[in-house]
């Protein structure tokens, strides 16, 4: 298969971004109404995504390829940590660095790693390696971020569970690993509108961040958002590479471990910073500059390292 | 009532969507701020993509073999407008209100819930082509009717600029769109595989993006509307049209038992956002229109469900 073909798989994702971001550049859309669209992404999309993940994954497929959820660990564990005492080091609140460092290690799974589904031939079979990895990301979500960013001393400490389950996206993966589990196929009443939800990714996934997306957040970025970019966007895929080479990985699960690494800051810390009270521009801008470079990188991991999946 | 749950069953998946929208804003965990912004994206981006997508891969003879399908919604909308305009000009409706009220009462809402709900009779997708002739003939109405009448000024007699309208029309996404769509299809350009992926990624949406969004919107209140407006704008467009839709389709035309479904089925559809937005602009009856359109979609999946079992 020649690098144009595998290349064009993905341009798909790309045209669907640039109609967002010229429909806001022509002023055919208000860019700060796509908020909106975000909204729904955090509140609609992604849950519904998270859910039909784990739901279409079987126990089986997950067990099968557990090295690949270690793995996925380590590459996300390495920026997360290393992020995090530079953040800590340049004095930063503890909640900041939290945020800070998760946008630096935290991939768009949910939106990202579905659209490659999608889009790529034979999609389908990466579904459970994309549940393992995004399984390994709502575990660091509730064992490492989400304490870090409640305030242990406030009135409500004792409800720490609940706080957790403020997130859509945790509520909707607990509730798919238990369908999982329970392996009990869901009615097509309920499926059916999962399903739509969930295929409303595309549209206000990538045509409302499309739409967010200045190049002009570039030329106002931090010292610690430009570090976060280049934790998410460089570090972490060479980490990926590393550890694929390292351990060596067959083709399929070598592609989804750096496509994975490759994908943008995930768009649901924003809602976990608005959740927790936290300035959460930081976190926002940080993701809309990490998605076109991603947008970029994902169509180069693409043409490289693609194969076919089966 | 066995019959009607086993046959309203390819509804329920767009009732659970509707349902998921509604539970959203009154449990406060979607803003209400937020509807307004996301219909509009729907109306100026979803729907022209998938009109597109839809008019320029149809082939030409599918559509032109359904010009009697045309024909038979464009007669039931000129009828129901027209005894509608009359009725309402009778009981004393100003010539605005009564436009306004023509188009609530004969325009159904085909982009957030004829579609969807075509897609989900068996073989839907082979029946886009009907949905297709009657949102052209739905456009032609509302720019070509609609639009001029409510600018017709009666007290000063005025004439209506047709190129001003015709220029005002094409601004209109959906309307591009479908142009585009038709040139397309006519001239047999073969759109490029990523530009039909793109689209189709974005089409995929429709369906849980639009009942969502439209859930998000319904309320009972109409329940306990003393409006008598509201009423007749909901059994006008919920009950007095698709039986108008099923006496056409019998009694001037042979169409056999799916295209008669899907006449009856487009026209039980709710009064269309687009009608209610006029409404809005441009008459008095803005409030009772949307009171109107949220009574009928909530009429039209009972009144859908009973057509499937029926025909």
Partial sequence: ?310 | MEAFLSSASFLMPLVVLLAFGYFAVRFHYFKLDNIAYLLKFFMYFVVPATTFLFTARMPTHVVFESWPFALSFAIVVVIMSTVSYILSRYFGLSHKNATAFASCASMPNIGFVGLPILLSLPNGHNLVHYWLVVMLVTLAFISFVFVPMLRLDTKHISVVNIGRVFAESVKVPLIIATILGIVVAVSGISLPDFAIQSLSLISNGIVGFGLVCLGMTVTFQFLFEKSYLVWLLIVAKGIVMPLLAYLIATNLFSFDKQQLLVSVVLACCPVAGIGVILAHQRSDIGYEAGQAMVGTIVLCFVSIALCHILL
């Avoid at chain 1, 739901?55 to 793995?71: N, P, R």
């Avoid at chain 1, 579904?127 to 242990?152: G, M, R, T």
């Avoid at chain 1, 460089?234 to 694929?244: D, E, G, K, R, T």
Wanted: aromatic share 12%; hydrophobic share 55%.
């Fill in chain 1, 1 to 310: 298969m020649s690098v144009w073909i595998k290349l064009m798989y993905l341009v798909p994702i790309t045209v669907v971004f640039f109609l967002g971001y010229l429909s806001s550049v022509t002023g055919y859309f208000r860019a700060n109404e796509s908020k909106s669209l975000i909204a729904f992404l955090q509140r609609f999309s992604i849950p519904a995504v998270s859910f039909l993940l784990f739901y279409e994954t079987k126990f089986s497929d997950f067990v099968k390829h557990l090295d690949f959820a270690w793995m996925f660990a380590l590459v996300t564990l390495i920026p997360l940590i290393i992020v995090k005492i530079y953040a800590g080091y340049k004095g930063h609140s503890t909640k900041e660095t939290t945020l800070i460092a998760a946008s630096s290690a935290m991939s768009d799974l949910p939106v990202m790693g579905f659209l490659l589904i999608l889009c790529l031939p034979h999609g389908d079979s990466l579904i459970p390696l994309l549940s393992i990895a995004f399984s390994v990301q709502i575990f660091f979500l509730i064992v490492l971020i989400q304490p870090a960013l409640i305030d242990k001393f406030g009135a409500l400490r004792h409800l720490y569970f609940l706080k957790i389950l403020r997130m859509p996206i945790i509520i909707a993966s607990i509730l798919g690993v238990i369908w999982m589990t329970l392996d009990v196929p869901l009615s097509p009443i309920l499926h059916k509108p999962i399903d739509g939800v969930a295929k409303t990714i595309p549209v206000v996934g990538l045509i409302g961040v499309g739409m967010l997306v200045s190049f002009r957040v570039y030329a106002r970025l931090t010292k610690i958002q430009i570090i976060v970019m280049l934790a998410k966007c460089v570090a972490m895929p060479l980490i990926a590479y590393l550890v694929a080479t390292l351990f060596h990985l067959d083709q399929i699960n070598r592609f989804a471990l750096i496509a994975f690494s490759v994908c943008p800051s995930a768009s649901y810390l924003s809602l976990l910073a608005e959740q927790c009270d936290t300035d959460n521009d930081v976190i926002f801008d940080t993701t809309m500059a990490t998605f076109f470079i991603s947008i970029i990188l994902l169509l180069l991991v693409s043409g490289l390292f693609f194969d076919r999946l089966i």
